[in-house]
């Protein structure tokens, strides 16, 4: 009998907290910190326009003169994230993200933001696979 390939959708966190591109980097840090989160697909529109992570804030944060009240969402985030379908296959998801360093994985079916693959729902998946 052969196993069921595991997919993204078997572990992804379903039904992610988004945030719009035009919030202000005070928002997205509260929104984290109320869900104890670290990464935020930014909608524009109602579609994808990137991600923005705990670290990207503390990063554009450090910079001179700047406001995380004044300064939108869509500074920080990265505009071209790591993005795969529900049906895609664990094993390539995780193995694309450790080649590139990526700390999590956007998915989409569709044009919509269903779920997000951290490395934390990685660690349950092999934590599931050696038992």
């Known amino acids: 009998m052969t196993k069921k390939p ?4 078997d572990y992804m966190t379903e039904s992610p907290h988004t945030i719009g591109s035009e ?5 997205a840090h509260s929104l984290m910190r109320e869900h104890a ?6 909608l524009h529109g109602g579609q994808l326009a990137g991600m923005v992570t705990v670290r990207d804030l503390h990063l554009v944060e450090t910079l001179k003169d700047v406001e995380p009240d ?3 969402v869509e500074e920080a985030m990265t505009p071209d994230p790591y993005v ?3 049906s895609a296959l664990l094993r390539d998801v ?3 993200m450790a080649e ?19 490395t934390v729902d990685a660690l349950r998946a092999l934590v599931e696979a050696i038992g």
């Open 84 to 86: 795969v379908a529900p």
């Open 94 to 96: 995780a193995a694309e």
């Open 37 to 42: 989160i670290r990464h935020l697909p930014v």
């Open 70 to 72: 004044a300064v939108r």
């Open 100 to 118: 590139r360093k990526l700390g999590s994985a956007i998915v989409v079916d569709g044009k919509k933001v269903v779920g997000v693959f951290t």
């Open 6 to 9: 595991l997919t993204i959708r």
């Open 23 to 27: 919030q202000t980097l005070a928002m």
